[in-house]
Nanobody, 124 residues
Framework: QVQLVESGGGLVQAGDSLRLSCVGS????????MGWFRQAPAKEREFVAG????????DYADSVKGRFAIFRDNAKNTVYLQMNTLKPADTAVYYC?????????????????WGQGTHVTVSS
């Protein structure tokens, strides 16, 4: 069982940056590939970024490539999402998720554990 707690969301202006954090409870945190997903109002949940167990492999949605970066610190049981040059279209609830696999998946159904989400609002 893995409990995930996100933090770092907030209200920012277009062009600003935010860093989201997700802390996992499991001592085996490094055994999980991690992903960030988001869900905007009236839209389906979508993949944002994923990182492998070791942190050596990363994957991003086309919409955030070059602006967002995912990284992890397994010693701290934490995965981060650095979000730069934010746009109003990035407004959503952001969720982190854990998958008992080596590599991250873009499919949310692959992830066994989810956090409660953190709100990000980007004003124009």
């Amino acid at each position: 069982q893995v409990q995930l707690v996100e933090s770092g969301g907030g209200l920012v202006q277009a062009g600003d940056s935010l860093r989201l954090s997700c802390v996992g409870s499991a001592r085996t945190f490094s055994s999980y590939a991690m992903g960030w997903f988001r869900q905007a109002p009236a839209k389906e949940r979508e993949f944002v970024a994923g990182i492998s167990r070791s942190g050596g492999s990363r994957d991003y949605a086309d919409s955030v490539k070059g602006r967002f970066a995912i990284f992890r610190d397994n010693a701290k049981n934490t995965v981060y999402l650095q979000m730069n040059t934010l746009k109003p279209a990035d407004t959503a609830v952001y969720y982190c998720a854990a998958d008992d696999s080596v590599m991250p998946s873009t499919e949310g159904s692959r992830y066994e554990y989810w956090g409660q989400g953190t709100h990000v609002t980007v004003s124009s």
